[in-house]
């Protein structure tokens, strides 16, 4: 089970872009994630008359280590690490670490 999905809202916790809070756009592999609005680079694109593409410069959002991002606790309105429990009925679900509330209800 993964600790960070997509759709889940995090807070960026080093780099450029510490304190940044987004929304996870997609997980690449294992370790790196993408998220709305941090790690943004300028690239540059060539024009693709094929695909419609106008050339120039854009703005693309680059991937995150996992450990360089902490899921947002609206509670403590902060981010927090994750934990996974095994519930009676044998379902895993993730959890805060500091409060063990459950994150997808």
């Known amino acids: 089970m993964r600790k960070i999905k997509k759709g889940d809202e995090v807070v960026v916790t080093t780099g450029k ?5 987004g929304t996870v756009l997609r997980v690449i592999d294992a ?5 709305e609005g941090a790690n943004v680079a300028k690239k540059h694109v060539r024009p693709n008359p094929m ?7 854009v703005d693309r959002e680059m991937p995150l280590h996992l450990s360089n991002v902490a899921i947002f606790n609206p509670s403590t309105k902060k981010g927090d690490r994750v934990g996974i429990k095994v519930l009676d009925d044998g379902r895993r ?4 670490r500091s409060s063990g509330e459950m994150i997808d209800v």
């Open 17 to 21: 872009d510490k304190g940044k809070r």
């Open 31 to 35: 370790e790196h994630v993408v998220v």
């Open 51 to 57: 695909k419609g593409l106008a050339g120039g410069i």
């Open 93 to 96: 679900v993730r959890v805060f």
